[in-house]
């Protein structure tokens, strides 16, 4: 399932909790695709707390808790981690990590917290949800396979990349034009992960971020940059963005664009994509200016200039998910839209 489709489903598993009809959610997928990632932004998103635990670090005595002497009887202290309506609120997300990392006697210990949401005498509190996360077994990542009992307490997700979901991403959390225009252009590298060859390096969403900020740190140091990119997206990955970032000082002139002016479309293909991503990042920027409408009109009418239309579509389309419904009252919009009416119904 993509991104945008598990968040949603996060969502109302977070919110299901205060009537009573949570289910323990298990995200599988390779390393890098951005599962807890997914997690955090629904947190984030309701301004409640996330306890991330790593089971792969623990011990089983770790989740039950220390024994200790009251009287003729012996009690348990609850580890501290585990959500106290008094230590960590009355709701939130209990995030259960590298679960498929961990051994067999400590999976075993999950098992009454998770389907019971209880372990002895501690219970979860109601308004917790509990999501889960691992790597599968060919990721060559350090896997155990999830025995039976586990995996029926779950409801399993696999999560796939997704270009447009990691665009809508990365254009929210200001990540490097260049790079956003590259993996347009070279679609394939967004996830590109040969358990087989054992990789250190390799293009992910979450390398990718990692390239994003070498450029920060870098993109003025020529000697160092293509090492720092290599160092964050695999060899032949960080010499091609490295390429095609030096082929951008032909771009046209993006003032010129917004402004309204008469500037013709490059007609290189990698050139074409690098001016869609930078005019949605203009659009993103002009969005609460007294001037948005009339930015937002100027690259729509750019959008009509690409000889292959398609480009025109996939930046308004950009626009659309960063923007929002407000692009629709922009009077230039229909103008585009008849444009392209016969793409966007055959």
Known sequence: MRPAHLIAVIEKEFSSTEAGHHTPVMLWGP??????????????????????????????????????????????????????????????????DEITSAPPSVSAAAYQLILDRKLGEYEVPEGWAIIAAGNRQGDRGVTYSMPAPLANRFSHYEVEVNLDDWVAWAYANQ????????????????????????PVAFPSPRSWEFAHRALQKFGDQPALLLGSLQACVGNAAGIELRAFVESLDQMPDLDAIVAGEDVPAPKEIDLQYAVATALVGKAIRAKETEDAARVHGNILNYAGKFRQREMGVMLVSDMHRAIGQELFAVSEFSNWADKIADIMLY
Do not use: Y
């Open 31 to 96: 390393p890098g695709v951005g599962k807890s990632q997914m997690v955090a932004q629904v947190a984030e998103r309701h301004n409640v707390p996330l306890i991330d635990v790593r089971l792969s670090q623990m011990e089983p005595s770790d989740l039950r808790g220390i024994p200790f002497r009251n009287g003729e009887e012996v009690e348990w202290a609850v580890p501290s981690m585990l959500p106290s309506k008094k230590r960590h609120g009355d709701s939130g997300i209990l995030f259960i």
């Open 175 to 198: 990540i490097d034009e260049r790079i956003i225009a590259f993996l347009r252009f070279r679609q394939d590298l967004l996830f590109d992960f040969d358990p087989s060859t054992n």
